[in-house]
């Protein structure tokens, strides 16, 4: 029983630090993080790469407009949402995961008591790899990105769209039905471009 709780602690350690690593690659890919300079008396932004300064009379320097350059700045904030979501998603998770921990390894703590937290541990590392694995399955599909969180009993999806016909949501709710064991009609599905 101590042999399986010492694999389970590292299993879901190993998860939770894969996943961080992987965000934090994606924030730096995508140029969520900035590096800044101050100078005495001014401010300089050095430009993540795949963005574009924009000159005094509103122009970039291939010739393009603010104007046009504001969508682009919109899809790549649009983007940032789902590294943003995925990050407080497992902050918030990573704080039940230390009070479960703390409730396992408390001396004060009865045995069903720990056996519980034992389970919930299990039950988070398990939903972390099926939102993993449905993410990646809806990016599979065609779309730029997604963001899934399970509960007990339901499953909400955000993804990467414009907007969804009736026909690509049933599509999308049976590949999480299908994956997740979750009935179609607890899963919600949110298109956010």
Same mark, same amino acid.
């Given at each position: %029983?101590? =042999? &399986? $709780?010492?694999?389970? /602690?590292?299993?879901?350690? $190993?998860?939770?630090?894969?996943?961080?690593?992987?965000?934090?690659?994606?924030?730096?890919?995508?140029?969520?993080?900035?590096? =800044?300079?101050?100078?005495?008396?001014?401010?300089?932004?050095?430009?993540?790469?795949?963005?574009?300064?924009?000159?005094?009379?509103? &122009?970039?320097?291939?010739? /393009?407009?603010?104007?046009?350059?504001?969508?682009?700045?919109?899809? =790549?904030?649009?983007?940032?949402?789902?590294?943003?979501?995925?990050?407080?998603?497992?902050?918030? /998770?990573?704080?039940?995961?230390?009070?479960?921990?703390?409730?396992?390894?408390?001396?004060?703590?009865?045995?069903?008591?720990?056996?519980?937290?034992?389970?919930?541990?299990?039950?988070?590392?398990?939903? %972390?790899?099926?939102?993993?694995?449905?993410?990646? $399955?809806?990016?599979? =599909?065609?779309?730029?990105?997604?963001?899934?969180?399970?509960?007990?009993?339901?499953? &909400?999806?955000?993804?990467?769209?414009?907007? $969804?016909?009736?026909?690509? &949501?049933?599509?999308?709710?049976?590949?999480?039905?299908?994956?997740?064991?979750?009935?179609?009609?607890?899963?919600?599905?949110?298109?956010?471009?």
């Amino acid at each position: %029983m101590m =042999k &399986t $709780l010492i694999i389970s /602690r590292r299993v879901l350690s $190993l998860a939770v630090l894969s996943i961080i690593g992987v965000v934090l690659l994606l924030l730096f890919k995508h140029g969520a993080v900035k590096e =800044k300079t101050d100078v005495p008396g001014m401010q300089v932004n050095i430009p993540t790469a795949g963005e574009v300064l924009i000159n005094n009379d509103r &122009t970039a320097p291939d010739g /393009r407009i603010a104007g046009d350059l504001m969508e682009e700045t919109a899809t =790549k904030s649009d983007a940032n949402f789902y590294v943003e979501y995925r990050l407080e998603r497992e902050r918030t /998770r990573g704080q039940r995961v230390e009070w479960l921990r703390e409730v396992i390894n408390n001396a004060n703590s009865s045995s069903e008591t720990r056996q519980k937290a034992q389970d919930n541990l299990l039950n988070i590392s398990s939903r %972390m790899e099926k939102e993993v694995e449905m993410e990646n $399955l809806i990016k599979a =599909k065609g779309y730029d990105d997604a963001a899934v969180l399970i509960d007990d009993k339901s499953v &909400t999806a955000v993804v990467a769209a414009d907007s $969804l016909n009736h026909e690509e &949501t049933m599509q999308l709710g049976e590949l999480i039905a299908r994956g997740t064991g979750v009935d179609s009609s607890s899963i919600v599905i949110i298109a956010k471009l």
